[in-house]
């Protein structure tokens, strides 16, 4: 069995970092396009290149990892990030169950 997930994109925001013990986190959103698809076929723009949607991805890097990411790294810039999804659940302050996924990264390649 696996669970692996290797993403290409854009930050989509500035990569923030904090401490929770001996434990450092570093989180920040990744933002990929896909192909805007309509009845199977890839829909293209007037200039005839292909509209895509974008889809926002959250992710987690830990420790030395996530501090030179937080470092050296700003909204816009490319990254392919390789890691794992991470599913969490909780039941919220009005009893209602609610769910996040995440992907905790493993690497963090600078493109």
Known sequence: MKN??????RIASTPETRNNGNTSVTNFTL?????RIVDGKT???DAGYTET???FHRITVFNG????VAKHK????MVEVQGRLHYSK????????RYS???IAEEVLFL
């Open 53 to 55: 949607i974008p889809e």
């Open 31 to 35: 933002v990929t396009d896909r192909p």
């Open 4 to 9: 692996l997930v290797i993403l290409i994109g």
């Open 101 to 103: 996924v995440e992907i």
């Open 43 to 45: 829909v293209k723009n």
């Open 65 to 68: 990892l996530g501090q030179t």
């Open 90 to 97: 909780w039941t919220d302050k009005d009893q209602i169950e």
């Open 74 to 77: 700003a909204k816009g810039d």
